[in-house]
């Protein structure tokens, strides 16, 4: 009986399980869990430096503060003097496209152009830095990003000694059709940087003018878009999910057309440029556009680059060491998608394109949070048949890494093959753990119970029926005594709990809840409390957030930008400046008219 709410029927999967098995997922599947990142250059050998330059003390200063984890000496640069990028391990490792020249053009034997960014004709104003990135990551002092050789750096204006700036070349599947040739059309790989830890790090422009891959593209990317994805980036590292970092949002005058919902209506907006910061910037079309022409030899170099920088633990001489970089990236993927459905947060273009070999979140367009929840929540509104709802999110997952699989084949053995598939079809079951894990955490479940995946969907299930506030369903189950639950004394303040409790089966569903808590390792109430909350944000950077701070922010006025930043630093925790801005609030009546789409 525990099942007959489930009204369609499961098709087309992979596995051999038991009916109740099936059901479940299908749940996980198809419905959300349904029921359930200036000059000419003549020559582009850079000068031969490590890629990790010393730590020369003159330029930095001495911080006590060792809460980062570090050393009670803290270096951080006071100076960009001296503080390099280097390309010289990809330009050494790949053969360089050979056209010196920037025009749009179809691109062969090479992973790489050397191209310049193109600086703004109109002055440019810095409307944010992540503080964290800059100091931990870049080991700048944050009080550089005030000087003029900083703005011009992020800007695209000035390109550091030792920086030969690259316009990445890749393909992709775009909603399910291959796309040729994509690349990076407006975005510039401006060389790596290995901090004092020992971590390389990648910087790239994004909308820092045209490259070969531009397509129609004019090369830019315009304020609305910019923010987004600088505020997006860092809160989804807040939310401990992996992804790239943004260092930086300018803004200028510069004139952009965007026609926002492709409908005629084209407007002029300001153009933005973000500092994104990733281990990697390879994807899944990295391989693709190499297998479809046919560079196998290429093919192989990129795959032993990628598995030699990032995957230390695959012996890089093995004869299995394609199939084991498949099967790893099988399984980071499936754990990637699975935290973002635990946050509620849908990508909106899981293109081929967008998903890393590295599985970090990256190119962040039209996602979003969603607010109610719903299985079928599309925040792209260019994407007129649903497929990456956010109830598809796993199912397309499995698309991207079949096509990820096809890209490998000719690095692999006949019999290879068939081991790939095989780990391919595992996928479900890795993705399944993962979120069953990831929600027993949520509602505060240890140990283990057969009956945990249904008490999931059952939950799931009311929300749905009744449209609750998913981020705050969860929190508020983490914020609320046992015993005001077993009364069903629910005050207002609990209003997405308030909703929840109109459905009828919403006593039963707090009655199974209640004897599974029972069953936890025993500790008290507030402890429970406290782990929920430890893993349930309160804050999430919903699309009305992002939207009032755009439209201020169009104005000049960053206020925003920066009051949300230091809120989304901490979403795991109340604060008074959230709440008085109603970050933990319903939505207001107007966020549900909001859209957004891929034009950016």
């Not at 050397?114 to 830095?129: C, D, G, R």
């Not at 190499?290 to 560079?295: C, I, K, M, N, Q």
């Amino acid at each position: 009986m525990r099942l007959m709410a489930v009204q369609r029927t499961l098709t087309g999967t992979i596995l051999k399980l038991d009916i109740m098995r099936i059901m479940l997922l299908w749940l996980i599947w198809e419905s959300t869990f349904g029921i359930f990142s200036r000059g000419e250059i003549t020559n582009y050998k850079a000068a031969a430096e490590p890629e990790c330059n010393s730590i020369d003390t003159n330029f930095y200063s001495i911080n006590g503060d060792d809460t980062l984890g570090y050393s009670k000496v803290n270096y951080k640069r006071s100076s960009m003097d001296g503080w390099n990028l280097t390309s010289q391990k990809l330009i050494d490792s790949f053969p360089l496209d050979s056209i010196k020249q920037n025009y749009v053009r179809q691109v062969r034997d090479c992973i790489f152009s050397a191209i310049q960014p193109t600086p703004f004709k109109s002055a440019v104003t810095l409307a944010a830095v992540s503080k964290e990135v800059v100091e931990d990551l870049l080991d700048l002092d944050v009080s550089i990003t005030k000087t003029k050789e900083f703005i011009q750096f992020v800007s695209g204006a000035k390109v550091l000694p030792g920086s030969i700036s690259l316009a990445h070349r890749y393909g992709g599947h775009q909603f399910g059709v291959w796309s040729g040739q994509l690349g990076d059309g407006r975005a510039h790989l401006l060389g790596a940087y290995v901090n004092r830890h020992g971590t390389r790090w990648e910087l790239q422009l994004k909308g820092s003018g045209k490259t070969p891959y531009s397509r129609d593209g004019d090369g830019r990317a315009v304020l609305r878009s910019s923010l987004r994805e600088f505020l997006c980036s860092e809160a989804l590292n807040y939310l401990e999910i992996p992804t790239s970092r943004a260092a930086s949002l300018v803004i200028s005058n510069d004139v952009v057309k965007r026609d926002n919902f492709y409908n005629g209506n084209v407007k002029n907006e300001k153009g933005a440029i973000v500092l994104r910061v990733a281990k990697s910037w390879f994807r899944f079309g990295s391989l693709e556009i190499l297998a479809y022409s046919g560079e196998i030899e290429l093919l192989r170099k990129l795959v032993d680059f990628v598995i030699e920088q990032h995957f230390p633990l695959i012996n890089a001489t093995g004869s299995n060491k394609y199939l084991e970089f498949f099967s790893q990236v099988v399984t980071d993927t499936s754990y990637l998608i699975a935290r973002w459905m635990s946050v509620g947060f849908a990508h909106g273009v899981c293109n081929t394109d967008n998903f890393s070999i590295i599985s970090i979140t990256i190119d962040y367009g039209p996602f979003g949070f969603m607010d109610y929840y719903d299985s079928n929540f599309v925040p792209n509104t260019s994407d007129d048949e649903g497929r990456y709802k956010i109830g598809n999110q796993a199912n397309v997952g499995r698309y991207n890494l079949d096509k990820l699989k096809k890209a490998l084949n000719p690095l692999l053995e006949p019999q290879q093959q068939l081991l790939a598939e095989q780990i391919l079809k595992g996928y479900p079951g890795l993705y399944q753990a993962k979120f069953l894990e990831l929600f027993k955490a949520k509602l505060g479940l240890s140990g283990l119970d057969d009956s945990d995946d249904y008490l999931i969907a059952f939950l799931l299930k009311l929300m749905e029926d009744t449209r609750a506030d998913f981020t705050m369903t969860f929190r508020q189950l983490s914020e609320i005594y046992k015993q005001d639950l077993e009364v069903k004394n629910i005050s207002k303040e609990y209003w997405a709990l308030q909703d929840l409790a109109k459905h009828k089966k919403f006593s039963h569903w707090i009655h199974l809840y209640l004897l599974r808590l029972k069953s936890n390792t025993i500790e008290s109430d507030d402890a429970r409390r406290i782990r929920m909350q430890s893993v349930n944000p309160r804050y999430i950077f919903r699309n009305w957030m992002a939207e009032s701070a755009i439209k201020k922010a169009e104005r000049n006025d960053f206020s925003e930008i920066h009051l949300l930043q230091k809120i989304l630093r901490r979403p795991f925790t109340k604060q008074a400046e959230a709440e008085e801005a109603g970050y933990s609030s319903r939505p207001p009546p107007w966020a549900k008219d909001l859209r957004v789409s891929c034009s950016s």
